[in-house]
T-cell receptor, first 111, second 115 residues
Framework: QKEVEQNSGPLSVPEGAIASLNCTYSDRVSQSFFWYRQYSGKSPELIMS????GDKEDGRFTAQLNKASQYVSLLIRDSQPSDSATYLCAVGTSGTYKYIFGTGTRLKVLA | NAGVTQTPKFQVLKTGQSMTLQCAQD?????MYWYRQDPGMGLRLIYYSASEGTTDKGEVPNGYNVSRLNKREFSLRLESAAPSQTSVYFC??????????????FGPGTRLTVT
């Protein structure tokens, strides 16, 4: 069983819509959660981190964490074609420096 | 502030050749990492260095060696390249941020092809 799972997509949404990306993880002691955006041929770029249950908003991005259900999600409001990329979920365990990455969800925002 | 830099950006090797991938960071981070990324496999950790003077194996260390030269630099060596090592290699660094955990920042990557 994969430790961090994401739907590979592609997830297609029209411009201006809300894109919802989901990630589940298996390690119950995980403490830190991250979303990275990766454009084709580029390196991952950190866009959100979340550490406690609930929502965290940053501009058009909202990260949601539910530790009891072991999932973390990323909402992108007012999606733009420039948001088209692969979104990677990463999970870290308290006291370690390492993350486990999911394989990513490809998002396509249609103009 | 360049962040994390990697050299070279592209490399083609023949099977059995050796090479070293270089990584440097100017963010004063303690921890550094080497990942490889293959289609459908996501990012997989090869080696990491929690702090200067220490290195540890990650998920896929076979065929690789690393050196943490100083706090800034972390190199990855392929002693005898194999076609299975064709991949994109990313270096990353992180520091513990109070209340924020270890946030990793990535270099631009090295695209390696082994023929």
């Amino acid at each position: 069983q994969k430790e961090v799972e994401q739907n590979s997509g592609p997830l297609s949404v029209p411009e201006g819509a809300i894109a919802s990306l989901n990630c589940t993880y298996s390690d119950r002691v995980s403490q830190s959660f991250f979303w990275y955006r990766q454009y084709s041929g580029k390196s991952p770029e950190l866009i959100m981190s979340i550490y406690s249950n609930g929502d965290k908003e940053d501009g058009r991005f909202t990260a949601q964490l539910n530790k009891a259900s072991q999932y973390v999600s990323l909402l992108i409001r007012d999606s733009q074609p420039s948001d088209s990329a692969t979104y990677l979920c990463a999970v870290g365990t308290s006291g370690t420096y390492k993350y486990i990455f999911g394989t990513g969800t490809r998002l396509k925002v249609l103009a | 502030n360049a962040g994390v830099t990697q050299t070279p950006k592209f490399q083609v090797l023949k099977t059995g050749q050796s090479m070293t991938l270089q990584c440097a960071q100017d963010m004063n981070h303690n921890s550094m990492y080497w990942y490889r990324q293959d289609p459908g496999m996501g990012l997989r950790l090869i080696y990491y260095s929690a702090s200067e003077g220490t290195t540890d194996k990650g998920e896929v260390p076979n065929g690789y060696n690393v050196s943490r030269l100083n706090k800034r630099e972390f190199s990855l060596r392929l002693e005898s390249a194999a076609p299975s090592q064709t991949s994109v290699y990313f270096c990353a660094s992180s520091a513990l941020l109070v209340g924020r955990g270890y946030e990793q920042y990535f270099g631009p990557g090295t695209r390696l092809t082994v023929t």
